[in-house]
């Protein structure tokens, strides 16, 4: 690492601000930070010469010396005197250990400081499936539905300290919830975090536990919430309600409530989008002549005007008879498939009229002796 250019090291040019400094760094320990190349030697070994490069470039006094005698040997020795990249402590940099707080969890080897631990955290956030049937999703409904979530305890306001005490900051970690234990090795001293076996990681020991809560300093609750489901919503739809979900801790807000959507399917309709599909059947003499047909739709029945010769298959538009947009104007449109019914078990009279409708559409001979014979197939077949 001695021969190299710490500015080349950072992808940087000399004479770069503080700021550009500082921001490259950042960008490349995240990329090449351990936790994030689990086993990979070579961005471990990146890592600590990025480390060691923001070592010197960040502190002043070594920057102007390195800028000025192109060296990184200020102490005499060829590891620059750093202990390598596990001695930097991430903690002490003013916010830049919220940044692999983020990535990383928070502990990852880094030093959470008491200011982070015991910031304000957002509640968790919960889900609840709600089943509605075809008409409540399309027409839209209030529902009343029922949860369980931890609130914030009453009895102690949320310290888990019985009322009238408080909790005490740990005196072994120091209120951070977190041991540092630094361990020497050939590539530099390495630093690393794990939990405070006396206070749990909570940085607060409680003396007195709140009776009501036993020290959680939340308990559990069964709370009746109301739901105003619009109109048009389908299966698979989420519904957010901000702030119904689990109590923060330390002042922190409340999580939120997703409402999943689950629509049972209708005997009639068929929901593709906003549009409704359905299916109408018409017998052969009406699909023939043509004629006024009672379709069912959501909003009741209507009559449509089956022009004659219509074909099994066709498909007709009702507009505006389909679901109503979500939080939009106007509705969809439904699709009526006209199927035609061929009749069954036909009796003699009605074998006698196909067989002349036949006939006079040329399929069958005119004449006694071809409609007897027609007549005796289908008598036949019978």
Do not use: W
């Amino acid at each position: 690492m001695a021969q190299k250019d710490y500015y080349e090291v950072l992808g940087l040019e000399k004479g770069a601000s503080d700021g550009d400094i500082k921001k490259a760094f950042r960008k490349l320990a995240l990329k090449y930070h351990p936790d994030r190349n689990p086993n990979d030697k070579k961005a471990e070994e990146k890592f600590k010469e990025i480390n060691e490069a923001y070592q010197v470039l960040s502190d002043p006094q070594k920057k102007a010396q390195y800028d000025q005698f192109g060296t990184t040997d200020f102490n005499g020795g060829g590891d620059a005197g750093f202990g390598g990249f596990g001695g930097f402590d991430f903690s002490d940099m003013g916010g830049f250990g919220d940044i692999f707080d983020s990535f990383f969890g928070g502990g990852g080897g880094f030093g959470s400081s008491s200011r982070r631990r015991n910031a304000p955290q957002k509640g968790a956030d919960l889900e609840y499936t709600l089943n509605l049937t075809f008409e409540e999703a399309v027409f839209g409904v209030e529902k009343e539905i029922n949860i369980a979530r931890n609130e914030k305890c009453e009895a102690c306001g949320g310290t888990g300290a019985k009322k009238g005490t408080h909790p005490h900051t740990c005196d072994k970690c120091g209120g951070t919830g977190q041991m540092r234990t630094q361990r020497n090795t050939p590539l530099g001293s390495f630093v690393s975090m794990s939990t405070c076996d006396k206070c749990g990681g909570r940085g607060t020991i409680i003396k007195d536990p709140c009776p009501e809560c036993r020290g959680k300093g939340a308990v559990r609750k069964h709370r009746k919430i109301k739901v105003k489901v619009p109109a048009g919503v389908d299966n698979g739809n989420i519904i957010p309600l901000r702030g119904q979900g689990e109590s923060g801790k330390n002042g922190g807000q409340s999580g939120d409530l997703y409402v999943n959507i689950r629509v049972s399917p209708h005997s009639k309709f068929k929901r593709k989008g906003f549009d409704i599909y359905t299916d109408t059947h018409i017998s052969f003499g009406k699909a023939s002549l043509g004629t006024s047909l009672k379709v069912a739709t959501i909003d009741g029945d209507v009559k449509y005007d089956v022009p004659s010769g219509t074909q099994s298959g066709t498909v007709f538009r009702l507009k505006g008879k389909g679901v109503p947009r979500v939080n939009g104007h106007g509705r969809g449109d439904q699709y009526v498939n006209v199927i035609v019914d061929v009749p069954k078990d036909l009796n003699e009279k009605q074998r006698e009229a196909i067989i002349m409708l036949m006939e006079a559409s040329g399929e069958v001979p005119a004449g006694e002796s071809g409609k007897k014979s027609i007549f005796d197939k289908l008598k036949h077949h019978h």
